[in-house]
Structures are given as structure tokens and as C-alpha cells.
């Protein structure tokens, strides 16, 4: 195999999760009633532009049910992140149960036509006020 199909995660490139909201939903969206904003930051600290090309979410309930989704970009976009540069960006996951863990990766190219990997650490919604 040739280095511009491996997936390699490149030094200097890092996620954050820098906040979480919760907002519940209108009763007509009973089965899936809880909503959790969270807003990323996509750093990229290593000497090479990194463009995002896709994602992959993986979010676990508590019932034990998997939600995985996958799709193109970040919110619509392909961004391209300098050396020293961020992306930040909202967006929200929708679950039926009280409470999930996230995690996940966006998958991107470099300048040398690399692809490359950063992960999204796991963090957990779990909604207000309930006992888990």
C-alpha cells in the first residue's frame, strides 16, 4: 500500500469538545425528546494545511442501542485548516434515551495528499436531573 491511501493520524492535529448544551425537544418528538448542542474545535498545531473531508459518529445509549453516522464534510463544509489555524463549529446529537456517550473522527487529506485522521474524544449527555 501506498502512504496516500493509509489513514494515519498526524502529529499536531487535535479535537476538542469545548462546550455542551442541552435543550429538550416539543412533546411531538416524544420518542427522541432530548437534545445536546455541543460545539467542537478541529486544531490543527502540525506544520502541513489539513482539509476535512468526512466524519464518523458513534454514539452509544444507555439501552445499548448504536447510532452510527457517517457523511461528508463538517456542517456542509470541507474546510481547510492552516498550520496554527482552527475550525470551530455546533452542531447537535438527538437521543430517546437519558443519557449516551459520543465519540468519533474526522477523516481529511493533507497538502501532500496524506489522509489523515483526528479523533473525537468520547464525551457523555446525559439529561439534567436525571438519576443514571
Known amino acids: 500500500m501506498g502512504s496516500h491511501t493509509e489513514?494515519?493520524?498526524l502529529p499536531g492535529l487535535?479535537?476538542?469538545v469545548d462546550r455542551l448544551l442541552y435543550q429538550r425537544l416539543k412533546t411531538e418528538q416524544s420518542e427522541k425528546p432530548h437534545s445536546f448542542i455541543y460545539f467542537i474545535s478541529i486544531h490543527n498545531n502540525s506544520d502541513v494545511a489539513v482539509t476535512i473531508r468526512?466524519?464518523?459518529?458513534v454514539v452509544t445509549h444507555d439501552d445499548g442501542s448504536v447510532l452510527v453516522v457517517e457523511g461528508d464534510g463538517v456542517?456542509?463544509?470541507?474546510p481547510t485548516i492552516q498550520p496554527?489555524?482552527?475550525f470551530s463549529y455546533n452542531?447537535?446529537?438527538?437521543?430517546g434515551t437519558d443519557s449516551a456517550m459520543a465519540e468519533g473522527a474526522y477523516l481529511g487529506v493533507d497538502d501532500s495528499g496524506r489522509r489523515v485522521m483526528m479523533r473525537i474524544p468520547r464525551f457523555r449527555m446525559e439529561v439534567p436531573g436525571v438519576k443514571c
Not at 468526512?54 to 459518529?57: E, H, I, P, T, Y
Not at 452542531?91 to 437521543?95: E, G, T
Open 7 to 9: 489513514l494515519m493520524e
Open 75 to 78: 456542517v456542509g463544509e470541507t
Open 91 to 95: 452542531s447537535r446529537h438527538i437521543i
Open 84 to 86: 496554527g489555524g482552527k
Open 54 to 57: 468526512g466524519r464518523k459518529w
Open 14 to 16: 487535535k479535537v476538542t
